[in-house]
């Protein structure tokens, strides 16, 4: 098993160990972050929380241009317009997907889940490489943003492969982390407001 794989399974039993009391406390705080950070936004891709993961439902309550993940007929990762929740159906891995067209124009940032992110930004997911395959091909100036509970910052250093894209920024119930440069050589993470970890 590598690096990332004994990462991975480490965290998401810590993050399915979370009793209720503290999962609730953590999202209550970590949206008040997200909402904050995400006002300069029009436009965001976002994603269906599932097994565990904290949710950011609470961005579609805005009137920003809300976009949300796919897995299209060739097992592609594409992000699609958000409609009625009523109209969503069961896609890949059965989570919940809208049935609407792929989004015309890139948003402004990507709201991403993972498991796992360390102090440079380096994010570890599932595993099935979807996110990696579609983040390595946007642009520069699209803000990547890796969310997720506290116990989801890890201290030690995760070896980035070649596939792996690094996040602009961690936000978590804890505040929100910058990766400056999201180069380790030269830049150390910056906190912005009140990361305390």
């Given amino acids: 098993m590598n690096q990332q794989a004994k990462i991975r399974a480490r965290i998401i039993k810590e993050r399915n ?18 909402s904050s950070f995400c006002q300069r936004f029009s436009s965001l891709g976002i994603y ?13 309550a805005t009137d920003k241009a809300i976009a949300l993940p796919k ?16 109209l969503w ?15 015309a124009t890139l948003p402004e940032a990507f709201i991403i889940p993972l498991v796992a992110i360390d102090q ?8 099935k490489g979807y996110y990696d395959r579609y983040l390595v091909n946007l642009p520069a100036s699209i803000i990547k ?17 070649a596939h792996d894209v690094p996040m602009d920024y961690f936000i978590s119930p804890s505040g929100i982390l910058n ?5 380790r050589h030269k830049k150390t993470p910056s906190k912005l407001g009140v990361l305390n970890n």
């Fill in 120 to 127: 440079w930004g380096t994010r570890i997911g599932m595993g």
């Fill in 17 to 34: 160990h979370l009793d209720a009391n503290t999962r609730h406390q953590q999202q209550v705080a970590f949206n008040q972050h997200l």
């Fill in 48 to 60: 269906c929380a599932v097994r565990g993961e904290i949710s950011v439902n609470v961005l579609r």
């Fill in 89 to 103: 159906e069961r896609g890949a891995f059965g989570i919940p997907e809208p049935t609407s067209k792929e989004m």
């Fill in 145 to 161: 943003i890796g969310v997720g509970f506290d116990c989801q910052r890890v201290s030690e250093t995760i070896e980035r492969q």
């Fill in 179 to 183: 990766f400056p440069l999201n180069d």
């Fill in 71 to 86: 897995i299209n007929a060739d097992d592609q990762l594409i992000f699609v317009e958000d409609q009625a929740d009523e």
